[in-house]
């Protein structure tokens, strides 16, 4: 039997828990049963209740107490602490059926998913060997990063990192896009979407920064601040530059635009999720047919 699921990832309050709750809803809205994983140990609320959260196997707060460990630190120690008992995942994900969507919600510290080699090792572990899920990674990256473009590059450029160091199938999205509504145009979003390096050259931010660049120059002072001393400079251009040709040459990354609160946006890339795990291609036509016989014979639902 087959074992269908999405590793949610992406940076800190990228909205990945919000999506998982509302991809949930969704799916109940459609009859379809989810299996909802937390593996994110400080996460305190829920909007559906987890059916297995690390929280139970450990928590980050004890960790840092008991072993006088940061945040960051923390949590990788509680990751490692999760692959030294995997069976508390698998045993449970044993059990779950393929009409179900796993659901897996992932913390959002950045070094999980770039140079920290524990995650391939999960991956394997869930979509290999006796479970075998078919699973498939949705990186979110918030729709506000677009404000500033090289910081919506340097988040493409981790989103690509993950897709490089996980090699399973992957979607990336866009998320919070309610957040933009109205501030770009449909022919601008397009190129963030399907990320175009030129959107540097044509950054109205950029060309702003060179003219107060200009007028600091003819003053003979330049603000000590970081921003403007060291993110604007011509090394800092190149850099970017550098790092969007990258992706293109890389040509790995485009983005699916998520907006939470609408069912199309949601089914959308529910449907992208499902054509990158073959989710219908397994599922037995049971229930239409049930339902043609219940009406036929006028069973009420
Ligand atoms: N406007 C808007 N806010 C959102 C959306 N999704 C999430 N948020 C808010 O963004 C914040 C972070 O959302 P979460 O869903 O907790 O993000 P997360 O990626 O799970 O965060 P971590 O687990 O801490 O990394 C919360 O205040 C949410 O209410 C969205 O689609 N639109
Ligand atoms: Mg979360």
Partial sequence: MSKYGTLVMGPAGAGKSTFCASLIQHLQNNKRPAFYVNLDPAAEEFAFEPDLDIKDLITLSDVMEEMSLGPNGGLIYCFEFLMDNLDWLTDPLEE????????????????????VPILPGLVKTLMRGSLNINLCAAYLLEATFIVDRPKFFSGTLSAMSAMIMLEMPHINILSKMDLVKGQ?????????????????EDDPQRKKKGNDDGQ???????????????????????????????????????????????ED???AVLSYIDDAIQYHEAQEPKEPKDEILDSAMGVAE
């Avoid at 770009?184 to 540097?200: A, I, Q």
């Avoid at 000590?224 to 990354?253: C, E, K, T, W, Y």
């Fill in 265 to 267: 946006s949601l089914g």
């Fill in 216 to 262: 600091d120059e003819v003053k003979g002072y330049r603000d000590p601040g970081l921003s403007s001393s060291v993110m604007s400079g011509a090394s800092f251009d190149r850099l970017n530059r550098a790092v969007a040709q990258l992706i293109d040459d890389f040509s790995m990354v485009s983005f699916l635009k998520l907006d939470v609160q609408n």
């Fill in 184 to 200: 770009v145009k449909n022919r601008d979003l397009k190129r963030f979407l399907d990320p175009d390096p030129n959107l540097l």
């Fill in 96 to 115: 779950v059926t393929d009409e179900y969507l796993i659901i897996i919600d992932m913390p959002g510290q950045i070094e999980l998913y770039t140079h």
